[in-house]
């Protein structure tokens, strides 16, 4: 089962990308569902989840007031707004589901998610 991330590219510091993830229906209705990020060297984070049901939301410290996690249940799509772009923002974002998930429990690990998207390459330039 593969999630189908795109939307990154290359921006100017102060800019704005917004990535998608599109999973298949019986994931994305029973799942938690969060974007991701490697930087190279350094290990993986959560950027920005929702939980199960879509009822709460949750940021990274250094993501919060600038990056907007939202789901469109109609196409099974995970959207990631992201505003003022920093250099360092700089990774490689990845979508993912943790499936069967309890409802309205936060998963802020890699290792509590099932599913993974390919990845996309988001570069902030200064």
């Known amino acids: 089962v593969q999630l189908q991330a795109s939307g990154g590219g290359l921006v100017q510091a102060g800019g704005s990308l917004r990535l998608s993830c599109v999973a298949p229906?019986?994931?994305?209705?029973?799942?938690?569902m969060g974007w991701f990020r490697q930087a190279p060297g350094k290990r993986r984070e959560l950027v920005a989840t929702?939980?199960?049901?879509?009822?709460?939301?949750n940021y990274a410290d250094s993501v919060k007031g600038r990056f907007t996690i939202s789901s469109d249940n109609a196409k099974n799509t995970v959207t990631l707004q992201m505003n003022s772009l920093e250099p360092e923002d700089t990774a490689v974002y990845y979508c993912?589901?943790?499936?069967?998930?309890?409802?309205?429990?936060?998963?802020?690990?890699?290792?509590?998610?099932?599913?993974w998207g390919q990845g996309t390459l988001v570069t902030v330039s200064s």
């Open positions: 229906k019986n994931i994305f209705s029973s799942s938690a």
């Open positions: 993912a589901a943790r499936s069967n998930g309890v409802s309205g429990a936060v998963y802020y690990t890699a290792t509590a998610y099932d599913y």
């Open positions: 929702f939980t199960r049901g879509g009822s709460s939301t």
